[in-house]
Structure formats: C-alpha cells, structure tokens
C-alpha cells in the first residue's frame, strides 16, 4: 500500500542504435504524465489502442526506463531501483504463467524467492487460493486450465505477493463477456478487501466506468482527463473524452452562436444554452461557430410544434432499433448523425419526420479549433443517467 | 506383387461395396509408404546384418583360406583385449567430456548472444562458422597451426610469455582431441540453445523479475527449465556424434600415442584396414552399436527425469 507519484514522465522509445534524428522525430509513447495516487486507489487508465497506457504501467513497474520526469512509490524516488525491488505485482495480459511450475508452485514462487517458512507459503497461497475459488487447481500445471481459471492464477499469483501495488494490464480482454462482468466484480471485491493501490489498464469503458475510482483517459501519450466516473461522464474536458466516454456515443453538431451570447443555431436546430455556461466564454465566440455535443440518452421525442420549443431539432428518421427498454433512433439533422435513445414505446418509423428536445443544462459545448470544452458554471448536481 | 494387389483393388471398386473401398484407399498408403521403407531396409538393416553375420564367422583378409563359422570366437577375443577396454574408456571419456564444453560452452555464448550488443550478427556469424569446417580440416588447422610444438600458435604465444612451449598432441593427446571436437560443436549447442532462448516469452522474464528474482534465480527458475527440450535435442544428437567421431582422430594423432586416442571407431578402423581382420572388427562395432544404445536409453532416462519432466507442456 502505497502512494504512487507520476512526475512530468515523459517515454520515448527507440533510443540506442537507430540514433538521434529517429528518437527526436518521433512522438513519445507517453509524454508528460502526471498523476497522484491516494493511498489503496483504483485508477483505471483508458484510451485507445497505442495510447501508451501499456508503456505507463511498464515504466511503474520499472519493466522500462522513464526518459524524463520521476516516479516516486511510498515516498521513495524509484529511477535507480529495480524492478525486483520494486515491490510491485503485476497481471499480465498474456497472463505469463510459468508453464512447468503448478498453480500452488506459481502463486507460492515469489515468497520462496524471499525464502519465507513454508507454513507461510501454504498459508498465504491457500488462502489466496479461496478468495479466487481456485483450491481445487492447486495441483494443475496452467495448460490444463481454462482462459478464466489461468486470469484468477495471474491475480492469485500477484495477491499472495501483498505488494505495494498492483498493476493489471488488460487483465480481462481474453475472456468472454459473461466471465468479464464476473471477474470485474470479483477485482473490486478484492480491492476493497485489501485495500492496495491499484493500477488498471482497459480500453473498455464500461470497464473503467464500473471500477476506478478516479479514469485517467489517455490518446496519443497524453493524458486527456483524470476525473471520478461521473464527473467524465457529466464534464467531459474535451470532445474526445466525451465521444470515448459513454455509450452509445455524444453526438456533436456544429452551430453558430447567436448575437445574444445564448442562443446556439443551426439550419433546423436550435438551442438556448441557458445559465449553464459562464456568459464570457459565449462572448468570446459570438457569432462564431462551437461544437454542440448531447449524449443520445439526453435527448427526448417531443410530439407535436416544434416552432414553440426554446431546444429542439428536427430530421427525417433513418434507422429505428427497438431493443425492448429503449429504442435507438438514429437521424439525420443539418447534415450530422444524430443518435437519440428514446422511450423503449416510442413509435417512429424510417422516414419519418420527429422533432427531439433536450434540457438546457444537459448540452456540452466545445471550441470548434482546440476541441476543449467550453467552461460551465460550477453546477448542478452534475447530471448522470 | 505390390502392384498386382492394387490391381485388384481397384478392379473390386467397381462393385463399390465398402470392403473394397477401404481396401483401395490403404492400397496407395503402402505404395506411397514402399520407397521410405525399403530405403529404411537397405540402409539400416542389411549392413547391420550383414555386420552382424561377419561377427560369427573367422573372416581375415590376409588369411583367405581360414573361413567359416567361428562361434563367439570373435567377441571372446574382443572381450580379452586390453586395447579394446582402452578403446571403449576413450569412447566415454571423449564424449562426456564433449558434451559437458560445447553444452555448458553453447549455452554461455547462447545467453551472451542473445542479448543486443553492437555488431551481434557478425560475432554471431564468427562464432558459428568452425561449424562449417570439415572434420579432416579441423584436425590439420588444429595440428599444424595451432598445437604444433614449432610453428603453432600456442607454442607462439606461450614463449611470448616466456613459457615452455607444450608438445600438446604428444603430451595431452586426449585433452587435444577434446579441444578440437570441442571447438567443432560448441557452435552447433550454441545455434540450437540461442533458437531455445530467442522463443522464450519476454513476459515471463519480466514476470519472474517483478516476483523479485535475482538474474541467476531468474536462469535457473525459468530459463533452464524452458530449454530442457531443446538441451535434450543437443545432448542426443551430440553424443551421436561424438560416439562416432573418427576423421580429428585420424588427422591428427592416429589413435596415439600408444591407444591414447584410439576410441572405438579407431579401434574398429584399425582392425578392419591395419589387420585386415573383418570378423573382429564387426564384433567391435556390434559392440559399438550396443554402447551407443546403452548410451541413448541413459541418456534419455537422465534427461527425462532432471530436465523435460518439469517443463513438458
Ligand atoms: N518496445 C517498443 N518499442 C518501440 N515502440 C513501442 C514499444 N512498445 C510500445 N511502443 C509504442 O508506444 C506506443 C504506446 O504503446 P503501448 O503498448 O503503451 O500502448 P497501449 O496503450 O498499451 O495499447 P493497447 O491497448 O493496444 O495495449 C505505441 O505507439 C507503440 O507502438
Ligand atoms: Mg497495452
């Protein structure tokens, strides 16, 4: 249990041989990460493929050197320890079991390393081995396991350990969806039984939205947004947090801001932004065109004139997926796709004609040129579905 | 008569019932299978018989009018000459010996090779390449230009230290030989214990590492248990070889001095070109022949039970 400290670090692969001009033209893998732990936190990184969070979780690890900046564990400046003396579990992706060692032989290795008495080792392993329901397999040598009982070996493996933290690296991506929702609540069981501060990597939403305790979302290197669950969902920093956070995604629409500083205005839609933005911001873009992002969850059927509505948009519908509870809709609205998630007794047909509408304080506006968002008042008991 | 049998077969296809069916699918199995297997007969089985039949027969090329059965005669002879009991220590020296440099040697240079250094593919071109020279060349390499007493390259660099040059093929006649099959095979333990390393999985290296190994913990937990198999494949085919190694010998010391280097294919050389004795010398190499069995079924049982039990998978 431990405070992780990330300072400014900053990764660049491709030193030694391939020589100056190749490192200083290419990106870096992670560049300028910074990131504070609470004592037995649940960050979980997130972002697409490439984004480095593998590299992050590496150089924590000290599988890999940071090129810039300072990794403190406990207080301690970790650049000069290695990753033996790191203290730190990891759960690999590919699992990496050790293939002539049996279970009970994998989970209780780090602790003969130390040369613990064996009574501990059985203790510690067996243990382990009930809280991931994995007593029976002790004997087994990992082939003759099961995808789902060589991830509860990997996590057996680092919680026998009671390292200062823990690192999981997609540790769920090989299994199917029935097992992954299983697992998921079986690690945050885990973590909160025994309190470690844990590093998770997921390009899985849902994933990160059910388990961290605070989502580092990252693309290209770079860390996009650190926020609690809800606070990316209800103020996503920029549009790209707020495409990848949330399902189905935020549909954007251009729109020009009107003369007033408040209205929003787009061939057939139109928006009040309300109070929910500081008035300055819409000043400096007056009639000058923002991005207007709504989750498709915020938007609702409004029967009958849309003439009399303060938010609405209008389209002809061209796909209607009824899934039972709600019903997908999806439209075409001065040129954007807009999805909207209706009432699951929504009547609508393709070609039809509807007019949706949503609350002022549910719009999310972006710079049309850097993409951030638009500060809002602090508000609100901040929206979540 | 293979051919006619097919003919058959195929003739009864016509009636399509199922018997003949099968049987013309197994027809081209045996047919296909027929060239191996012969090939296999005439190259395995008819020396070793014929190797076998000339072991009971009084046969000298020099003595023309001496033939016919002679019983165990040979293996008794055999049995009561001290230069075959010398022949045969050599033969286990030599190769214990061998093995232990080139497999302890290969797999130092495996793990050296296996990490990333500057000009690593030309080194590692370098240090295969004594792979690549005939077994005659080694010997005359090593015997004129490298032990010689006068000329060599040893001699050389021992009196630049102001030593007494050694006369090693004199002197040390089998730590020489050793030497030189040494040099000849440690390229090749290294060739196959770098392809065991390089498919090694990076992530179980860093996994052990995370789990607080030390580098000779992480070796010997995971490393050599991952290359049981492959070590396996060296020791066998190695001792194959060395059992059999004759053209170093030949070249350099003729077995000498005395029967110092003689092993047993010298021994069976000897007998067979020196004393024409052709009934003698296939007793000796039945001889070999079990030696090398004994020697494999050993070897595999020691192999199996300390290194390939762990890490089968
Ligand atoms: N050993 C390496 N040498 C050079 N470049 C690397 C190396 N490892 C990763 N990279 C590069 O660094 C970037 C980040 O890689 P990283 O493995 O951290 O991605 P990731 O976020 O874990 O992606 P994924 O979700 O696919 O696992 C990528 O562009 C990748 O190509
Ligand atoms: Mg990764």
């Known amino acids: 249990m431990a405070v992780v400290e990330l300072k400014n670090v900053v990764k660049r692969y491709g030193g030694g041989l391939t020589g100056k001009a190749a490192r200083s033209e290419e990106a870096p893998a992670v560049d300028d990460f910074n990131l504070v732990t609470e004592d037995g936190e649940f960050v979980v990184l997130v972002g697409p493929s490439g ?27 970790v650049s000069d320890v290695a990753a ?48 991931l329901d994995i007593t029976h397999l002790l004997d087994r040598k990992p082939r003759a396991l099961s995808g789902g009982q060589r991830q509860r070996v990997a996590l057996g493996r680092a919680i026998v350990r009671q390292p200062q933290v823990f690192l999981m690296d997609e540790p769920l991506s090989n299994l199917d969806a029935k097992l992954r929702v299983d697992m998921r609540a079986e690690i945050v069981k885990l973590h909160r039984k025994l309190g470690v501060t844990t590093f998770y990597v997921t390009h899985d939403q849902t994933e990160a939205m059910t388990m961290g305790q605070r989502i580092v979302v990252m693309r290209d290197g770079r860390i996009q947004q650190i926020d609690t669950p809800n606070a990316l969902y209800a103020r996503p920093a920029n549009m790209f947090v707020a495409g990848f956070i949330g399902t189905p995604s935020m549909n954007f629409m251009k729109m020009r801001v009107g003369d007033d500083t408040r209205s929003l205005k787009g061939e057939t839609a139109r928006f009040r932004a309300g109070d929910a933005f500081t008035g300055d911001l819409l000043d400096s873009h007056r009639g000058q065109e923002v991005w207007v992002g709504i989750r498709p969850e915020h938007l609702q059927h409004h029967e009958g004139d849309a003439g009399a509505l303060e938010n609405g948009l209008s389209g002809t519908v061209d796909v209607v997926e009824p899934l039972g509870s709600v019903t997908m809709v999806q439209l075409e609205i001065d040129g954007h796709r807009i999805t909207a998630q209706l009432e699951g007794d929504t009547r609508a047909r393709s070609g039809d004609t509807i007019t949706l509408t949503c609350e002022s304080a549910r719009l999310h506006l972006f710079d049309v040129v850097s993409e951030q968002a638009l500060a809002r008042q602090p508000v609100e008991s901040a929206a979540t579905a | 008569m293979t051919s006619e049998v097919t003919a058959k077969g195929t003739g009864t296809a016509g009636s399509a019932s199922g018997q003949g069916a099968s049987r013309r699918r197994r027809a081209p199995v045996k047919r296909l299978m027929a060239p191996a297997v ?5 190259w395995m089985i008819v020396p070793l018989g014929m190797t076998i039949y000339y072991s009971f027969q009084n046969y000298n090329l020099m003595m023309p009018m001496m ?11 055999l049995l009561t000459d001290a230069t075959f009991w010398d022949a045969l220590g050599n033969t286990l020296v030599l190769v214990v010996a061998c093995l232990a440099v080139t497999v302890g040697l290969g797999l130092l240079l495996a793990l050296l090779f296996n990490a990333t250094f500057i000009g690593r593919g030309v080194a590692r071109t370098l240090a295969i390449s004594p792979f690549f020279v005939m077994p005659v060349v080694t010997g005359l390499i090593w015997k004129n230009m490298l032990f010689h007493p006068v000329y060599g390259l040893i001699s050389w660099a021992m009196r630049s230290l102001g030593l007494e040059p050694i006369d090693w093929l004199a002197h040390h006649p089998m730590l020489s030989i050793i030497i030189m099959i040494s040099w000849e095979w440690t390229p090749f333990a290294l060739l196959i214990l770098l392809t065991g390393l390089q498919s090694l999985p990076e992530d179980q290296i860093e996994a052990v590492r995370l789990d607080g190994a030390n580098r000779w913990q992480e070796f010997r937990h995971i490393v050599i248990p991952h290359l049981g198999q492959v070590l396996y494949v060296v020791v066998m085919l190695e001792s194959i070889f060395f059992l059999t190694s004759f053209a170093e010998i030949y070249a350099t010391t003729s077995g000498g001095p005395g029967t110092a280097t003689t092993n047993l294919p010298y021994y069976i050389y000897l007998n067979a070109f020196f004393q024409y004795d052709i009934g003698l010398s296939s007793a000796a190499a039945i001889g070999a022949v079990i030696l090398a069995n004994i020697f494999a079924i050993f070897l595999i049982r020691f192999v199996a039970g300390n290194l390939n039990a762990g890490s089968a998978r």
Do not use: W
């Open chain 2, 38 to 42: 012969i090939f296999l007969l005439v």
């Open chain 1, 51 to 77: 984004c480095g969070k593998s590299t992050t979780m590496r150089m924590i690890a000290g599988l890999e050197d940071n090129t810039e900046g300072e990794i403190r564990i406990g207080g301690r400046d």
């Open chain 2, 67 to 77: 033939r016919g059965f002679a019983g165990i005669g040979n293996y008794a002879i």
């Open chain 1, 84 to 131: 033996r003396d790191r203290d730190i579990a990891m759960v690999f992706q590919s699992y990496a079991l050790y293939p002539h060692m049996s279970v009970f032989e994998n989970m209780a290795f780090s602790l003969r390393l130390k040369k613990a008495p064996k009574s501990e080792i059985d203790q510690r392993v067996n243990e382990a081995a009930s809280i």
